[in-house]
DNA sequence: CGTTTAATTGAGGAAAGTCAAGTGAAGTGG
DNA sequence: CCACTTCACTTGACTTTCCTCAATTAAACG
């Protein structure tokens, strides 16, 4: 299946999962359950605040809350039984976590930017499930999307080389811009070098090499530390998609 | 956290998300499912046989079928851009696959040994969630197990050495194994060395080699292809579990 | 402006990849 | 039931990439 087909298609097939009922678009069900009833969500959500680098939970601890971004980006990690910490997925502006466990949380999340977001008890919001059914599907459509996410990511930690890793990478992060309808002119990274080594599974100084490496091929260009662009787009291209391609 | 009581908490929480209405365990919504109710189950569901290497889905296709294992194992995978192919897990019986995507199929399928499953009419399946909201949870927890299972195995794929490598997946069988409730005197590898290679994203070479490590320094028995026993737990735990440890 | 944190770069070594040849198991047809 | 073909797996030789450790430079922050 070709890359520019499978894009294409995601765009149009996942605003809807036609084996669930409520069969409403996610942009719908975000504005319906965000947006259209701020009064009737005031009570049972809050506003939580938090600090670059702060920790918002742990893996293993009560899931007690849920929270939906409003501004800033989160990290969601595990540490592996060898004590290295790998990030698991960046979470940004409306997107939704603390959800996929059971009893307790499966990953660990910290603010990697300041964060803004809505803080839901998890108590109320089971009620208000029961209570609306409908907006069920709301959060099937999330779970599902974030085990398509997974199962990518794990796509991209089984590639060989760092190049490619990288460029796909970019490329996820500049698709990621579209969806949420921001300029792609420029590549926004809000995270450290470390967090993207983590989320590659490269160490730190392999990452460096491969940003320094793919700069002086004059395929991209480093602005600052947050701010890629990319020159070559279609070296760049044949790198992310490309067939066997090393560097 | 510990790993031990890691594993234990697992088996204790996941059984229930208590953040979901119909609070029944899984082996319950199973049998509620799938053995209670085989007459009204028969109308929108009908037995399906694939042969050995068969493919029963391929990723892009229009998602009409969902399958629920009786017997036989299940291979999902993806091909990436450069052409490999990735399997993202396998699957047993009991287990459900094909509902993870929305319009579409998001991973292809094969089976990798005879295999025997129920098949439905996504449609159907459709109707008879809106008509009992309460088997939502069974496959909501589905899901989020299979989201689970997908971090683990993003983390494995991360894991620098081939050896830890190797005892952690066979450690993961063997723990499945226990949760089917088979015996776990020997560990069963129903697929091809192949399909272990592009699960762990080694080379079939590699993947070989470590079999033969560990096989040499006598920490497993190669009893033949598919029966592997551990021999020697104390060091296969460290390799599996350990911290930094290389082979 | 100085201190701390983040990122880049260099040198050496080790593990896995690739290519290729060889062995073992399984399945088929006479 | 055995010979033959095919497929699955193992092993060897050589190459490459990334990791580790360490030193250096650049940016952020008080």
Chains 1, 2 share one sequence.
């Not at 940003?211 to 947050?226: D, E, G, T, V």
């Amino acid at each position: 299946m070709q890359k520019g087909q499978r894009n294409r298609r995601a765009l149009e097939d996942r605003e809807a999962y036609p084996w669930l009922p409520g069969n409403l678009s996610r942009e719908a069900l975000h504005k319906v359950l965000f947006e259209g009833k701020r009064a009737q969500l005031a009570q049972i959500s809050s506003i939580a605040q938090f600090k670059k680098g702060e920790n918002i939970y742990s893996d293993g601890e009560v899931l007690d809350k849920i929270f939906v971004i409003i501004t800033g980006t989160v990290a969601a990690y595990k540490k592996s039984q060898d004590g290295k910490k790998h990030i698991v997925t960046f979470l940004y502006p409306k997107d939704l976590f603390g959800l996929w466990g059971g009893r307790r949380y499966i990953v660990s999340t910290e603010a990697i930017t300041p964060v803004v977001a809505y803080s839901f008890r998890a108590s109320a919001l089971r009620q208000q499930l029961s209570r609306n059914p409908k907006t069920y599907s709301y959060f099937v459509t999330k779970i599902c999307d974030q085990l398509s996410q997974n199962q990518d990511h794990a796509l991209l930690l089984s590639r060989l080389y760092s190049a490619p890793k990288l460029a796909t990478f970019l490329n996820m992060q500049r698709q990621a811009q579209l969806m949420r309808g921001e300029s792609t002119d420029e590549i926004y990274l809000p995270m450290r070098r470390t967090d993207i080594a983590e989320y590659l599974g490269l160490s730190l100084a392999a990452l460096s090499r491969t940003f320094s490496l793919l700069s002086a091929r004059r395929i991209i260009k480093i602005r600052n530390r947050r701010h890629v662009i990319i020159i070559n787009r279609k070296v760049f291209e044949k790198l992310a998609n490309g067939r066997r391609t090393r560097k």
